[in-house]
């Protein structure tokens, strides 16, 4: 399993945020699987955002929970974060990440988003 972050690398305070996983070599829909957002600040460590499981179903840090969704699209094997009302600390590498019990971890290789005005 291969995933793939993308986004837009730099955003204003108070705007939303938009990243997308493209995963290739498996399916997102595969049983057992739990698809996640996982972030690390500059100097600081991981920090688990959520995740969207196999059914479909999203779960979140209480963090992150009030201004976080993560969603999916099945056809085109993708995964979706959406952060709003961004501040400054939310600058990180944001991390896709996909996990079964009995399977290895995967994670893609990061992307920065950097929030500035």
């Known amino acids: 399993v291969q995933l793939q972050e993308s986004g837009p690398g730099l955003v204003k305070p108070s705007q939303t945020l938009s990243l997308t996983c493209t995963v290739s070599g498996g399916s997102i829909t595969t049983n057992y699987y739990f698809w996640s957002w996982i972030r690390q600040p500059p100097g600081k460590g991981l920090e688990w955002i959520g995740y969207i499981a196999y059914s479909g179903n999203a779960y979140y840090s209480p963090s992150f929970k009030s201004r976080t969704s993560i969603s999916r699209d099945n056809a085109k094997n993708t995964l979706y974060l959406q952060m709003n009302s961004l501040k400054l600390d939310d600058t990180a590498v944001y991390y896709c990440?996909?996990?079964?019990?009995?399977?290895?971890?995967?994670w893609g290789q990061g992307t920065q988003v950097t929030v500035s005005s």
């Open positions: 990440y996909a996990k079964a019990p009995w399977s290895r971890a995967y």
